[in-house]
């Protein structure tokens, strides 16, 4: 079995036993976990290799493409200018980007980016391969593209198109790209080794993605919105060791990061604005992320998802704890995230070999599982 390196609070065995028998079994190439309580990291672990070969160790510093747990990277951006007062998540899109208000997306809102309800979880211009890094390429379609359903009225799961509906307002109102503000105003202040748009320096320590044996809903009809929504933009997993793909900014799929760098910077979330000497979002502003804004059955993943601002909500359907304040979300192929503002406890796992599951899987699920039975 793989050597496990790192630090584990005694209280915590249950993580690291979690997190060791996910090697044991197999199912494990190269991982790392993380866990913080109150604004301190209790769990800090890493162990395997960062090739499918096995032939370089997962370090210290190894960081991975996580996929949609970048979401929860892009969400707060918005959520630190909502705190400080530039942008009304109520208020409508067109308010700050007056160019979005056509094609019956006039009366869209900001929070409708947030809770996957804007009705754009896909495109009908098709987009593939280099088109997908062009972000006013991408911002100019998204214009002129009418919405799948009505604004509001339901969540579709916007599995690349979020980061730019997101990453757009962001831009109009602070003349900043989303990589360059969560860089500046969140990762820098706090610290964290992660990435939306990531330097060349960095990709020497970038693990090898292991693609998983089937992509995303390709069992769905091929006219329904699932289908449609991975169909275009089309994203395979091979493009993630790519030039385009590492050098672009796309805040809903390719932050590269690992465990510790996820809790650094969502322990502000879990910890109710503060984390490591920052205080980055006001104890409203924090709460905010259980703001509910949607509670239905996805019409992209299929699935009863209780949405927040940003977040996926712990529900009787989708439990991820105990508490009732806990928010969540995963990446294609295994990342995850969840951040709990009872226990004030943040847990992240991430991982390069890839699973089909676009919420998490049962390794992570094991790993949280540890993390609620140590702090029983």
């Not at 970048?70 to 530039?86: F, H, P």
């Not at 998983?212 to 493009?239: E, H």
């Not at 590492?246 to 990061?257: D, S, V």
């Amino acid at each position: 079995m793989s050597d496990i390196h790192g630090t584990c609070d005694e209280r915590f065995a249950p993580v690291r036993e979690a997190f060791e028998a996910n090697f044991r079994d197999g199912s494990e190439v190269g991982a790392s976990v993380a866990v913080s309580i109150g604004g301190e990291y209790v769990v800090d672990l890493w162990g395997g290799y960062r090739d499918a070969a096995k032939t370089l160790p997962w370090e210290q510093d190894t960081i991975v493409n996580v996929y949609s747990s970048t979401k929860t990277m892009a969400a707060l951006c918005l959520l630190v200018l909502a705190d400080r007062g530039e942008v009304d998540l109520y208020g409508k899109v067109a308010k700050y980007w007056p160019e979005y208000a056509q094609n019956g997306k006039e009366a869209t809102e900001v929070r409708h980016f947030l809770s996957h309800n804007a009705g754009l979880s896909g495109m009908d211009e098709p987009f593939a391969g280099d088109a997908v890094y062009d972000w006013d390429r991408m911002i100019h379609a998204l214009e002129r593209q009418a919405p799948w359903w009505e604004p509001g009225t339901a969540s579709g799961y916007h599995a690349l198109t979020q980061g730019h509906l997101i990453g757009e307002v962001v831009r109009r109102v602070t003349g900043k790209t989303l990589g360059t503000f969560f860089r500046e105003e969140i990762a820098g202040p706090l610290g964290a080794d992660f990435h939306i748009g990531t330097p060349r320096e960095a990709w020497p320590r970038i693990a090898e993605l292991i693609p998983p044996a089937s992509p995303p809903a390709g069992d769905a009809p091929a006219d329904s919105v699932a289908a449609r929504t991975f169909r275009n933009p089309a994203v395979s997993a091979n493009d993630a060791a790519t030039d385009g793909w590492r050098l672009a900014e796309i805040p809903a799929a390719n932050g590269h990061g690992n465990a510790r760098s996820i809790v650094r910077v969502q322990t502000a979330v879990a910890n109710l604005g503060s984390a490591w000497g920052v205080q980055l979002l006001s104890e409203a502003g924090a709460r905010r992320v259980f703001d509910e804004q949607s509670f239905s059955e996805d019409l992209v993943l299929g699935v009863p998802i209780r949405f927040g601002m940003g977040y996926g909500l712990t529900s009787d359907q989708l439990p991820m704890g105990p508490n009732p304040h806990i928010a969540y979300w995963g990446g294609w192929g295994g990342s995850t995230v969840v951040v709990d503002q009872d226990a004030r406890m943040c847990v992240s796992y991430v991982m390069n070999r890839m699973e089909a599951d676009l919420l998490g899987d049962m390794r992570g699920f094991g790993i949280l599982q540890g993390a609620y039975q140590s702090i029983a």
